[in-house]
Every structure is written in structure tokens, then in C-alpha cells.
């Protein structure tokens, strides 16, 4: 049973910083996909980023490149998500997700098989 629990989310101004964790248990960080998406109230569900081969690849959706970064703790089977640069915009529900290899390579986070209950992220202007 694969269960996936987030946390570190809250409430920030404009330019600031959150970290974001997921503990998975029956699943591990280092097989497979493992992703952040989020969904703000009346939006459809934005994929975020994607760590796979054991955290060498990763991939970031153009909103977040460059102020977002996922990384891993294996031995704690946690997987991160650092948040820089905050904006208004960014306020939304964040999901951590699982899923499994396709090729090589990953799905977008959104279409990932496992996710969590979610963590709820504001951004103050």
C-alpha cells in the first residue's frame, strides 16, 4: 500500500521561501518517478516537477524553472520540494505523487498513479 504524506506548507510574502516534504512509505523515492503538482481553486492541475533515476534527471514546468528545486533523501525515503522566489500566483494546494518509469523516463507529475493529500501553499502580496 502505497501512502504518501506532505507537508511544510503555510502561508509566506511575496519573495519568500517554503519547503515542502513528502514522506512515501510502500514506495521508493529511489525507483521510479516521483513529482510535485498543484492546483489553485478554479484551475486545472499544474504539473511542477518531476526527479527520477534516482535524482539525476529532473524536470521543472517554465513556471517554476529556476525558483523551484525537488531533490531526495533516499534513506528517509522523503522527497523535497524548495520554494524560492514565492509569488502571489503560486498560492495553490502543492500534491507530492508517484509513478512509475515510462522508457526511461516520467509522465508529467499530474498523471502519476499515487499522490498525497496535499499541503495548502499561500503567497501574501
Known amino acids: 500500500h502505497v501512502q504518501l504524506v506532505e507537508s511544510g506548507g503555510g502561508s509566506v510574502q511575496a519573495g519568500g521561501s517554503l519547503r515542502l516534504s513528502c514522506v512515501a512509505s510502500g514506495y521508493s523515492v529511489s525507483s521510479g518517478c516521483m513529482g510535485w503538482f498543484r492546483q489553485a481553486p478554479g484551475k486545472d492541475r499544474e504539473g511542477l516537477a518531476v526527479?527520477?533515476?534516482?535524482?539525476?534527471?529532473?524536470f521543472y514546468a517554465d513556471s517554476v524553472k529556476g525558483r523551484f528545486t525537488i531533490y531526495r533523501d533516499t534513506a528517509k525515503d522523503l522527497v523535497y520540494l524548495q520554494m524560492n522566489g514565492l509569488k502571489p500566483e503560486d498560492t495553490a494546494m502543492y500534491y507530492c505523487a508517484a509513478g512509475q518509469l515510462y522508457g526511461g523516463s516520467c509522465r508529467d507529475a499530474v498523471d502519476f498513479a499515487y499522490r498525497g493529500q496535499g499541503t495548502q501553499v499561500t503567497v501574501d502580496s
Open positions: 526527479l527520477w533515476l534516482g535524482g539525476v534527471q529532473t
